[in-house]
């Protein structure tokens, strides 16, 4: 079975940066493609960032220019640099992970969540 963990949220003011972690763990055989997601208080959750094994990345038009995603492909983990911050980012940031596992099956996974709050 697949795990996502999660860490790097906080409290930040506008401006400011974050750097959130995701970490895979057990039978993993591909992972690909990585990403965030986030979903503030009273909306959809929608797709912050994802990155393919390749390489190959995608952005929501809201973070481009301020949010860079990066994996690091031997530890199965992904990384997402906040930077500029802005008090709409304010919401819970959930890891996504899809790929095959071990045992040949397919999965798709999701974080517990890390709450990211940006006010003065």
């Known amino acids: 079975q697949v795990q996502l963990v999660e860490s790097g949220g906080g409290l930040v003011q506008p401006g400011g940066s974050l750097r959130l972690s995701c970490a895979a763990s057990?039978?993993?055989?591909?992972?690909?493609?990585m990403g965030w997601y986030r979903q503030a208080p009273g909306e959809q959750r929608e797709l912050v960032a994802l990155?393919?094994?390749?390489?190959?990345?995608n952005y929501a038009d809201s973070v481009k220019g301020r949010f860079t995603i990066s994996r690091e492909n031997a530890k199965n983990t992904v990384l997402l640099q906040m930077n500029t911050l802005k008090p709409e980012d304010t919401a819970v940031y959930y890891c996504?992970?899809?790929?095959?596992?071990?045992?040949?099956?397919?999965?798709?996974?999701w974080g517990q969540g890390t709450l990211v709050t940006v006010s003065p």
């Open positions: 990155i393919f094994s390749g390489g190959i990345t």
């Open positions: 057990g039978s993993i055989f591909s992972i690909s493609p």
């Open positions: 996504n992970a899809r790929g095959i596992s071990g045992t040949g099956s397919r999965f798709e996974v």
